[in-house]
Nanobody, 118 residues
Framework: QGRLAQYGGGLVQPGGSLRLSCRAS?????????MSWYRQAPGKEREMVAR??????TYADSVKGRFTMSRSNREEAVYLQMDQLKPEDTAVYYC????????????WGQGTQVTVSA
């Protein structure tokens, strides 16, 4: 059974940095998964923040130039480096692993709170 475990997050002042980690276990062919980071702020819908699909990275316009996603297939992990954080980045952040191979394999991390406040 696949599982994603998230680490990191917390409280940071505006302009600060945080790094989120997401480690997979039990995912066969981890390198074939599209890995994404999502976030959900109170009262808002979940939105995609960053995605790595077959080596191609995409970012939401709101985080371009400030957030950097990285991936290690050897470690079966993805990371989200968040710099120049703003109060509007406050949300619960989730990592996601998605693979379609005959059937859909879709896994979510447990979520981690990021709060940007003075």
């Amino acid at each position: 059974q696949g599982r994603l475990a998230q680490y990191g997050g917390g409280l940071v002042q505006p302009g600060g940095s945080l790094r989120l980690s997401c480690r997979a276990s039990g995912l066969t062919f981890f390198s074939s998964y599209t890995m994404s980071w999502y976030r959900q702020a109170p009262g808002k819908e979940r939105e995609m923040v960053a995605r790595d699909s077959d080596g191609t990275r995409t970012y939401a316009d709101s985080v371009k130039g400030r957030f950097t996603m990285s991936r290690s297939n050897r470690e079966e992990a993805v990371y989200l480096q968040m710099d120049q954080l703003k109060p509007e980045d406050t949300a619960v952040y989730y990592c996601n692993a998605l693979r379609r191979a005959g059937r859909e394999y879709d896994y979510w991390g447990q979520g981690t709170q990021v709060t940007v406040s003075a």
